[in-house]
T-cell receptor, first 111, second 115 residues
């Protein structure tokens, strides 16, 4: 699986959009980009994933660049409950494979 | 659905003791995983299983054993507990249909302290 690079931490004002970047310059054609978050010490929670098209669900939007070497997770209206560590993972879409977690980005949402 | 259930939630072990961390899922997922997370760090893969009777090592398997006799259960065994195994342990499961993978679901973790 390709490795990812994320900033260690970011701040965001409550009610504003939080934009979390991720670099995955060695991603291969059949690898998806997944985002998970971990609130406090709970188990990681799935947010969204995509291959090359932008994706949106009730939690967030995922923007993947045309060359697929980077992506951005967008939380449109961050709340205090969105304070968490956010992990960007690339994973092959087909055949068995594992999730490898990096260090993630600690998002601090401030009032 | 209960999802992924881990027991116990907390445990303190003495050096050299053994224990089994239990993990069960009720989603009929074929793939299951064990991760550990040390303070301030990301998750490290210990062992994984692609189905009943099939297991394999992850990044940090030393000091652990697993078995997968049923689709639902994936216990993690510590034979001789060491202080380096103090960590939070997460079990996860995911499904593959026609080779296409889905997102993973995680349990709430087992916090283990070895003293």
């Amino acid at each position: 699986d390709a490795k990812t690079t994320q900033p260690t931490s970011m701040d965001c004002a409550e009610g504003r959009a939080a934009n979390l970047p991720c670099n995955h310059s060695t991603i291969s054609g059949n690898e998806y980009v997944y985002w998970y978050r971990q609130i406090h010490s709970q188990g990681p929670q799935y947010i969204i994933h995509g291959l090359k098209n932008n994706e949106t669900n009730e939690m967030a939007s995922l923007i993947i660049t045309e060359d697929r070497k980077s992506s951005t997770l967008i939380l449109p209206h961050a709340t205090l409950r969105d304070t968490a560590v956010y992990y960007c993972i690339v994973r092959e879409g087909y055949n068995f494979n594992k999730f490898y977690f990096g260090s993630g980005t600690k998002l601090n949402v401030k009032p | 659905n209960a999802g992924v259930t881990q027991t116990p939630k907390f445990r303190i072990l003495k050096i050299g003791q053994s224990m089994t961390l239990q993990c069960a899922q009720d989603m009929n997922h074929n793939y299951m995983y064990w991760y550990r997370q040390d303070p301030g760090m990301g998750l490290k893969l210990i062992y994984y299983s692609v189905g009943a009777g099939i297991t394999d090592k992850g990044e940090v398997p030393n000091g652990y054993n697993v078995s997968r006799s049923t689709t639902e259960d994936f216990p993690l065994r510590l034979e001789l507990a060491a202080p380096s195994q103090t960590s939070v342990y997460f079990c996860a499961s995911t499904h593959s249909s026609a080779g296409m993978n889905t997102e993973a679901f995680f349990g709430q973790g087992t916090r283990l302290t070895v003293v």
